[in-house]
């Protein structure tokens, strides 16, 4: 039987899977999703996490990355049509899970002041979530990264996602002019876009919203998530 962690890159789960290995060390297998869409920043976590829990992390996915998925599925995802999160997360997840021993374990990084749920877990499988028997909240896993030194990613989902709030895209205009181009391409390639149209007062394709980036068009400042809101294990 196994002992599976599972991390999607944010906090919760960095600490979950670094505060174990001090308290219950054993040959834990750590899992995580990719979707090949991952930002640079996401892609260092997950080798700095490597090297600090001593062993390569899993990721389970599926055979094309979010570019391929897009030219499979013929479209673009958006928050009316989340495919994505089924195609390249959810489904890979459950066949995963699927394929594990009987009596295996995972541990799920949800804390003592979050709301309990269960997720995408096999029936066969025993689930704990060890921060909550810890009594850990937000603060204290701030607090324990602080002590070990670990910085997490701003955005731990894909670049082009398209849940994103506008500042996120403001800021991937500036920072990955190369994926910004890419999303670009992709909208005029499938005649969508990721932004539904009417959400805001700024135009809904990369496009015309990188021509008001460019012209210095203000945002109000937004408060940045250290994890994504849409998929977790
Ligand atoms: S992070 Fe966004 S784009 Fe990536 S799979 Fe999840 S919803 Fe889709």
């Known amino acids: 039987?196994?002992?599976?962690?599972?991390?999607?890159?944010?906090?919760?789960?960095?600490?979950?899977?670094?505060r174990l290995m001090e308290v219950e060390p054993r040959d834990y297998e750590y899992i995580c999703n990719e979707t090949g869409n991952e930002l640079p920043d996401m892609i260092a976590h997950w080798e700095k996490l490597e090297e600090m829990l001593g062993k390569p992390i899993i990721r389970v996915r599926h055979d094309r990355d979010l570019e391929g998925t897009i030219d499979q599925m013929n479209m673009l995802p958006n928050v009316f049509s989340r495919w994505c999160t089924r195609v390249l997360k959810i489904?890979?997840?459950?066949?995963?899970?699927?394929?594990?021993?009987?009596?295996?374990?995972?541990?799920v990084g949800l804390r003592a002041d979050?709301?309990?749920r269960r997720g995408l877990f096999?029936?066969?499988?025993?689930?704990?979530?060890?921060m909550r028997e810890w009594g850990w909240k937000e603060e204290d896993v701030w607090?324990?990264?602080?002590?070990?030194?670990?910085?997490?990613?701003?955005?731990?989902?894909c670049a082009l996602c398209p849940y994103q709030r506008l500042g996120e895209w403001r800021?991937?205009?500036?920072?990955?002019?190369?994926m910004w181009a890419k999303g670009v391409e992709l909208e005029k390639k499938f005649g969508h876009?990721?932004?539904?149209?009417?959400?805001?007062t700024w135009p809904a394709d990369l496009e015309s919203l990188g021509e008001e980036?460019?012209?210095g068009r203000k945002l109000r400042e937004y408060k940045r998530s250290a994890s994504c809101r849409v998929c977790s294990l």
Do not use: W
Request: include cysteine; charge should be negative.
């Open 122 to 130: 096999g029936e066969d499988i025993t689930i704990r979530f060890p």
């Open 91 to 107: 489904e890979p997840t459950i066949d995963y899970m699927g394929g594990l021993p009987e009596g295996s374990t995972l541990y």
């Open 171 to 178: 800021d991937l205009y500036n920072k990955y002019p190369v």
């Open 114 to 116: 979050e709301e309990a």
């Open 1 to 18: 039987m196994k002992h599976i962690v599972g991390l999607s890159g944010g906090k919760d789960s960095t600490a979950l899977a670094l």
């Open 143 to 157: 607090k324990y990264l602080d002590q070990r030194g670990v910085c997490i990613p701003a955005r731990t989902d």
């Open 193 to 200: 876009t990721f932004r539904s149209p009417g959400r805001d």
């Open 213 to 215: 980036f460019a012209r």
